[in-house]
C-alpha cells in the first residue's frame, strides 16, 4: 500500500514537472518575440492595425513552430526508449551473462555484500520484464515515457505560446496609435516578464529576484533592439 502511494507521488511530480518545463519554454517565448516583434514595427509605422496584423499573423506561426518542436522532442524521448529497450530485451536473451554482471555491478555499488548481490541479482532475473525495467531505469536512467507525452507538450507550448504572445499585443487592440499603444505594451510585458521570472526562479531554485530581473532585462534589450533596428532602417 505504501508502495503504491509513494509511486503515485512520483509519477504526479514527474508530471508537474513536464507541465512546468513547457509553461515555461512557451511563455518565455510568447511573451518576448511578439513584444520584441510589436515594438520593431511601431518605431517604423504608426498604425496599430499593421501590428495587430503582422502579430496575431506571428503568434499563430509561432505557437505551431514552438509546439511542434515540443511534439518532435516528445517522440524522439519515446522512439529513443523503445530502441534501448529493444536493445536490452536482446542483451538480456542473448548476453544474459553480462548482463548479470552489470546487476551484479550495480547492487556492489550500492553497498550489498556479495551473498547480497548475488541473492538479489538471482530473484531480479527470474522476471525478464521486471530485469529489463531494472536495467533501463538503473543502468540506462531511462524512465518510461508517458505515450501522450509529445501531444501534451506540443498543447502546453502552444496555449502558453498564444497566453505569452497576447499580452504584449494587447494595447494594440485598443490604442489607434502604435507609438502610444508601445508605451502600455512596454509597462505591460515587462511587469509579467518580471512576474513570470520571479515564479519560475521560485519553482527552479534560483534567486527569485535576480531571476525575475534577468527574464525582464532580457525582453527589455530584445524589444529594444527590434525597434532601434526599425527606427535605424526608417531613417
Known amino acids: 500500500m505504501d508502495t503504491h502511494l509513494h509511486h503515485d507521488h512520483v509519477e504526479s511530480h514527474l508530471q508537474s514537472s513536464d507541465l512546468l518545463r513547457d509553461v515555461v519554454i512557451g511563455m518565455s517565448d510568447g511573451l518576448t518575440v511578439p513584444f520584441a516583434l ?38 524522439t524521448e519515446q522512439d529513443h526508449y523503445q530502441s534501448e529497450l529493444k536493445r536490452e530485451y536482446d542483451e538480456v536473451e542473448n548476453l544474459r551473462h553480462r548482463e548479470i554482471a552489470e546487476t551484479k555491478e550495480f547492487f556492489a555499488n550500492i553497498g550489498l555484500s556479495e551473498s547480497l548481490q548475488n541473492q538479489a541479482t538471482e530473484e531480479i532475473a527470474k522476471d525478464k520484464d521486471r530485469w529489463v525495467e531494472f536495467m533501463m531505469k538503473y543502468e540506462l536512467g531511462l524512465d518510461k515515457p508517458d505515450p501522450k507525452r509529445a501531444t501534451k507538450s506540443a498543447l502546453n507550448i502552444g496555449i502558453s505560446y498564444i497566453l505569452g504572445g497576447i499580452i504584449p499585443l494587447s494595447p494594440y487592440f485598443f490604442i489607434a496609435s502604435s507609438t502610444e499603444a508601445l508605451k502600455i505594451s512596454v509597462i505591460a510585458t515587462l511587469i509579467c516578464l518580471f512576474i513570470f521570472g520571479y515564479f519560475k526562479s521560485r519553482i527552479t531554485g534560483v534567486n527569485p529576484l535576480w531571476g525575475a530581473l534577468k527574464v525582464t532585462l532580457i525582453g527589455a534589450l530584445a524589444a529594444g533592439a527590434a525597434f532601434g533596428v526599425a527606427k535605424l532602417i526608417e531613417s
Open 38 to 75: 510589436a515594438a520593431g514595427l511601431s518605431g517604423a509605422i504608426d498604425s496599430s492595425n499593421i501590428v495587430v496584423i503582422a502579430g496575431i499573423a506571428e503568434i499563430a506561426a509561432g505557437s505551431i513552430a514552438m509546439g511542434l518542436g515540443g511534439y518532435l522532442a516528445g517522440k
